[in-house]
């Protein structure tokens, strides 16, 4: 009953995401919230933090990316004031789903969980940064970051529109909290579990194609077993795997919402967009898995289509230490209307026009 509930809801949102994907991100949009939210939290700043905090929007540090703990340039929350910290939590709820801000907190609180087994003091909930790109406006460009161990989120704006929201990456380690008192809590539940109900409702034929190694990804060719890695522009993955047309309906339903998990991290508005260009690429998107099929066994998928990437993998930590991304391979950080952006400023200063 819980399996065809949750493939109902997949075909209800991609059928959502029909006709009106290209204006999802107009007026109804976020943009406007997270202009206003942005610009809150630098006026919030004291002057030497925000100078930590705002950087150019043609910055090389806005490419630079990583999902380990370490420094970033950027303000944590750690070295924030009270106030300063309620308007940089505020910028963050408006830039996502309440569900994807419920993952991205669940996230963060995994820093205590890994202090507390580690005994770590490098394991720091707080040292989380908080980083703004370019001249904040509600029709200009500009961007802004969030990440920390095991997340790294980017937001790129182009004349009021979210023109990017995507590298995407999240992960959870312990994947699920087997100890102490936050036993139970799965912060990427979602991820892992329609994951193995589309492998597990495949027949012998399909699960041939769709398995394409019986080893998960991890080592030298893929350190963090995500294959893209930290790549600033995502390489097109080999297109092997299971496509769509292949799967009977309850298993397109499956794959339709695991990938929906994976956009409803973003606004609704952003979210629908991007299950408008799922929609139009469903006869080329394939579903690969390599590795176990087992619980404890590492594991890795993926689903690809023309625009898009996702990967998953479970290989660390006796598979309960989780990596998950979403890139765009033209759209990573905005980059594909950015340059059509930039060709129109461009073609309209030649008529007397200005570009921003």
Known sequence: ?????????????????????????????????????????LAALAPANREIAHLPFDS??????????????????????????????ALLKVSLSPKGLKKVDTIRSMEDVLRAIENEPRRDAELYYFT?????????????????????LHWTLVEGQVAG????????????????????????????DLGRALLASLDAEQT????????????????????????REAAVQENNGIGYSELKDLQQGLLLSLIQEYASTQPPAV??????????????????????????????????????LIEYDNTQGNANHIHSVWREFKGDWGKDMLEEHYRTAAHHAGQGGTRD
């Open 60 to 89: 090389e540090e806005r490419l630079n990316w990583h999902f380990v703990p370490r420094a970033r340039q950027g303000l944590p929350l750690k070295a924030m004031s009270p106030e300063e910290r309620q308007a940089a939590l």
């Open 1 to 41: 009953m819980i399996r065809h509930r949750v493939v109902a809801l997949g075909i209800v949102l991609l059928a959502q995401a029909d006709l009106h994907a290209k204006d999802a991100l107009d007026n109804g949009g976020p943009a406007p919230a997270m202009a206003e939210a942005a610009s809150a939290f």
């Open 208 to 231: 041939q194609v769709a398995v394409i190694s019986d080893s998960a990804p991890f080592g030298t060719g893929a350190p963090f077993g995500i294959v893209t890695g930290i790549a």
């Open 165 to 192: 929201s995507s590298p995407q990456f999240m992960g959870a380690n312990p994947a699920d909290v087997n100890e102490g008192p936050s036993k139970g809590t799965r912060a990427l539940a979602a991820e892992e």
């Open 132 to 152: 703004v790109f370019g001249e904040v406006s509600e029709s200009g460009t500009w961007g802004w970051r969030y990440e920390g161990h095991h997340t790294s």
């Open 271 to 308: 979210a629908q967009a991007r299950l408008g260009r799922v929609k139009d690429e469903l006869a080329k998107i394939k579903f690969a898995w390599m590795g176990g099929r087992e619980k404890g066994q590492g594991h890795y998928y993926r689903i690809q289509g023309p625009s898009f």
